[in-house]
């Protein structure tokens, strides 16, 4: 190869290096897949007003949740709702939410509930305090807390704490709006059936 084919290789090199964001960029949108992924989906997006649905609870699938739009009443602090439903095996309702505190945010009041709640912390220093005993949580720590337990956490570092929280207990367990008014209902097809014995119980008693 002389000089003169040289440099018309190498200008044909830099045309097509130019051309490849482009190209990168159609095939992440527009791909149907590769021999080791042949079918590619997308992540399913979490509510768009942060407020949990109303109605029955859809059963929950397997798949790729993002976070949806930001909520939260409390200043310097945020939360992000990833899901909330229900899982088939064994009957459980699951809710999943990220939590953003900043420096001097309070924390949200001493609280405990019928499900249980493990925090896993992204960034930050936190403190979860259950039954009166704090324990300081940094980045990469999980924190448990069971169902009935006093509880809160607080941002205790100079910079903001984040951290997703999973709920997850029985049908109901989970606080949800309008479960108490009977406005939420666990699918037909995934409550326990009733049998005759347990209405005459709940009559004598």
């Known amino acids: 190869m002389d000089r003169r084919e040289f440099a018309g290789f190498l200008s044909a090199v ?12 159609a095939q992440q949108v527009g791909a149907t897949g590769t021999m080791e992924h042949p079918v590619m989906g997308l992540a399913t997006p979490g509510p768009e007003s942060g407020r949990k ?11 790729v949740y993002s976070p949806g739009a930001g909520y939260g009443s409390a200043a310097k602090r945020t939360s992000h709702r ?21 420096v001097g945010a309070v924390h949200e009041p001493t609280d405990k509930h019928l499900h249980n709640e493990i925090w896993l912390v992204k960034e930050g220093v936190c403190e979860l305090t259950t039954n009166g005993v704090t324990r300081r949580m940094v980045a990469g720590d999980v924190g448990l807390c069971c169902a009935g337990d006093l509880h809160y956490v607080r941002n ?12 997850g207990g029985a ?7 309008g479960w108490a008014r009977g406005k939420y209902r666990t699918p037909a097809a995934m409550r326990p059936r009733a049998h005759w014995w347990s209405r005459v119980v709940r009559r004598v008693w």
């Open 156 to 167: 205790a570092g100079d910079t903001q704490c984040t951290y997703f929280v999973v709920d």
């Open 53 to 63: 649905p109303k109605g029955e609870l859809e059963e929950l699938v397997s798949g």
């Open 171 to 177: 049908a109901g367990a989970v606080p949800v709006a």
């Open 82 to 102: 990833y899901m909330v439903g229900m899982l088939k095996a064994g009957n459980i309702q699951m809710e999943i939410h990220e939590t953003i505190q900043e």
């Open 14 to 25: 830099v045309a097509a290096s130019a051309l490849l964001p482009e190209s990168g960029a």
